[in-house]
């Protein structure tokens, strides 16, 4: 038995064993336990304290970006803080809220209390750096980035190490990348991973957890730290040690 700590309904009929990182959905608004886990670490980010989101006090000044959020938390969010979603796949947005994280633009530089980034970095074409300075750049000084991304515990395998000038071309039923390196050699593969959505969640990578933490320093984020604790009043359980979500904060 848990409360759903996003829509605030209780939760009866649930054992550890449904619970896993994309299951142990809440069966009134859908959200698992990788989406429960993000509100948690947003909501501890902006107020210090561990609440459910109908419990938030409403501070408007409070800002948080979204980075392929789930949709539904704008709905959430949006009475509570100013909170806008963006979207990393450009097609499934096909409006003006498509982001990309390596380049934000200047209108978004030094803005947000929080940046929330669901499953995106793993897609950004190398050189993955830009991204994680892209975050940093978004974040006001003390600010924190909630995001999820799939690790690993050993090196970082980059797919497409030379990645220069690519395009993605049908390949029977499925798609094949073609690459021409800087020095001018013609690449193929044909061994790519989708995660849903268009061209854009083309697998780039897997992250290994101390290049990933690295990165992060890197990019000039302090107090990295993975969640390790299991939180079962909100149905936030890990039966596996990896994969979860990770904060980092930009220096006050």
């Not at 109908?54 to 709905?75: I, N, T």
């Not at 395998?157 to 001018?184: A, M, Q, S």
């Not at 083309?202 to 604790?229: H, N, P, T």
Request: hydrophobic share 40%; proline share 7%; charged share 25%.
């Amino acid at each position: 038995m848990f409360m759903c700590n996003i829509c605030g309904r209780q939760i009866d009929s649930f054992t550890l064993g449904d619970l896993e990182r994309e299951t142990g959905a809440c069966p009134h608004c859908k959200a698992p336990v990788r989406l429960r886990a993000l509100a948690y670490l947003v909501g501890k980010a902006l107020f210090d304290q561990a609440l459910p989101v109908h419990q938030w006090p409403v501070r408007p000044e409070l800002r948080a970006l979204g980075v392929s959020d789930w949709p539904d938390f704008a709905k959430i969010y949006s009475p509570k803080i100013s909170y806008v979603n963006t979207q990393f796949d450009r097609e499934l947005f096909v409006s003006g809220a498509f982001l990309d994280v390596t380049k934000p633009g200047r209108k978004l530089i030094g803005v947000f209390d929080v940046v929330s980034c669901s499953e995106v970095l793993e897609h950004v074409e190398p050189p993955v750096r830009l991204a994680f300075d892209g975050l940093y750049s978004m974040l006001r000084p003390g600010g924190s980035l909630v995001f999820t991304v799939p690790y690993g515990f050993g090196e970082t395998i980059e797919h497409f190490p030379e990645l220069h000038e690519w395009k993605l071309v049908p390949f029977g039923v499925k798609r094949k990348l073609i690459n021409i390196t800087k020095d001018g050699r013609r690449q193929e593969f044909d061994d790519l991973s989708f995660h849903g959505g268009g061209n854009s969640v083309l697998e780039m990578r897997v992250f290994g957890l101390d290049d990933l933490k690295s990165q992060l320093r890197d990019a000039g984020f302090v107090d990295i730290r993975v969640m390790d604790e299991n939180v079962l009043e909100f149905g936030i359980y890990w039966p596996e040690p990896w994969s979860r979500p990770i904060t980092a904060k930009r220096p006050s």
